[in-house]
Every structure is written in C-alpha cells, then in structure tokens.
C-alpha cells in the first residue's frame, strides 16, 4: 500500500501552533529575565539607601515632650532655638514625614504625599519607610531618639513601670546628658531670658534624674489645653442664660400685674375718713 499524503492544511496548522509555543516560551524567558533584572535593581538601590537605625515611636515621644513641655516656655521667652541646639526640629530626621500626617478621623490617617489614606498611623509609619524613605532628613545623622534618656520618654510612653528599682548610673548618665542640652541649647552668656531658660529646663527636665522618688518630671507644667468639658460647660451656660433671664422677666412682670391688681381691689373696702 502506498503511503497516506499529509493534509496540507492540518500541517500547516501544526507549524503555526508550534511558532505559537515557541515565541510565547521565549517572552516568558525573557519576562523572567527581566523580573531578575529589577528585582537585582531593586535590591541594589535598597542597599544604596543609607541605613537609618532610629526609632520612629521614641522621636515621636521625644518630640511631643519637646512641644508640649519646652517650646511654650522658649515661645514666652521669644527664644529661637539654635539649629546646633540638638532639640531643634531640624535634628529630627523624621519631622517633615510626620508633618506630612493628616489625622483625617480616629481610624483615618492620610499621607500629605501622595494622598493615600491608611487605617492606623502605624500603617502610615510603615508606607512611609517603604516609599517615602528619601524624604528622610539624613543629612546631619541625628536622632531625636537618642535624647530619650534625658527627656523622660518611658515616663511619658508609660513603657516602663513607675516602681522599677533605681539605676544610678542610668540616673548619673541621663542627668549629664540633659545638663549638656541645657548648656548647648540655653548658653547662660546670651542674656537674661536665656539664663531664664537655662535655669528652667534643669527644674523641668534636669532635676528628675534622680533616685528620689519625690522628683517628677516636667514639674514646671506644660502647655495649656483647652479642656472639652470646659468648653462644652461654656457653650451650655452661653444658651442657657437668656433663658435664665427670660424666667426672670416674665417671673417679675406677672409680680408687678399681681400688686396692681391687689391695689385695685382694696380701694374699694377703704372707710370713708371721719370729718
């Protein structure tokens, strides 16, 4: 028997299916070479990126200590902070990211950057460390967090109990490093609001290195808040008290028609005076 002849249709149909394969293994090659490309990139830039080892939640703390217990004191005084002073905002390296938060609601936080909203501000932390992290200020290597021993972070974090025994060379090495600040940033020859301002951050910050559990920090106070329950009890008072006196007007005019109606009904009963 002779043999079968192809059918020219169905070989061609195998040839363009084969092609088909070919060229789709051949993009997916290339694809793979490519994801290895970037990600080699990726990697490589990631190392590039100076390596910031600073704690974000411990200059935070630190910077809310600084706003809510100095600068209102320094602001009083029209001080300008040196940028050498190492509590200037300058020495923060995350200041401009954390100005760049919206607190939109309780559980909405947005990125002054690109806009994104976030559930939680440690999500915003974390999407900042991730794409935002050439916006850091590491120009200068500073890190607020480092001066946490001198301005009592765990006292105002609550992250440490109150009750824990005494380190005294914890309390000697803190208290050295908040004098340094006092003498860097409020040098006492600048004049008297300085020597003023000096003198106020050893009672407030200074004085509580110590194993002496009758020394607080920030004794002197801190900033002035508006209190809600004050302002809600004066906007109460505020509608309340035209009504208070609205009770009292009506309450005073139905006395006075009272009287005269008495007075009306005791002229008639008069006696006539003897003559």
């Not at 059918?7 to 490519?34: E, G, K, Y």
Request: hydrophobic letters at 35%; one cysteine or more; a positive charge.
């Amino acid at each position: 028997m002779g043999m079968k002849r192809r059918n020219p249709v169905h070989s061609t149909l195998l040839l363009l299916t084969a092609l088909q394969l070919f060229a789709a293994a051949l993009s997916l090659s290339q694809s793979d070479s490519n994801e290895g490309v970037d990600e080699t990139a990726s990697r490589t830039l990631r190392e590039e990126q100076p390596q910031v080892h600073c704690s974000r939640e411990r200059s935070r703390a630190a910077w809310k200590i600084i706003e809510e217990y100095l600068l209102p004191f320094v602001e009083r005084e029209t001080y300008q902070l040196s940028s050498r002073c190492r509590l200037h905002p300058n020495n923060d390296i995350f200041r401009d990211q954390e100005e760049h938060k919206i607190h939109i609601d309780i559980n909405d936080w947005q990125c002054g950057y690109c806009k994104k909203v976030f559930r939680a501000e440690k999500f915003l932390d974390q999407h900042f460390d991730n794409r935002h992290y050439n916006l850091l200020n590491v120009s200068n290597g500073k890190c607020l967090a480092d001066l946490c021993g001198a301005l009592h972070c765990d006292f105002a974090m609550n992250s440490q109990s109150r009750k824990t025994k005494c380190n005294p060379a914890a309390v000697a090495r803190n208290r050295h490093l908040c004098e340094d600040l006092a003498d860097s940033c409020f040098p006492v020859n600048e004049g008297p609001s300085v020597a003023r301002l000096h003198e106020f951050f050893l009672r407030q910050f200074c004085d509580a290195h110590s194993c002496s559990r009758g020394r607080k920090p920030f004794s002197r106070g801190g900033r002035k808040h508006t209190s809600v329950l004050y302002l809600a009890t004066s906007i109460l008072i505020l509608m309340l008290l035209p009504i208070f006196y609205l009770i009292v007007y009506l309450y005073k005019r139905e006395m006075r028609k009272g009287t005269q109606q008495l007075k009306r009904i005791s002229k008639p009963g008069r006696k006539p005076k003897p003559s």
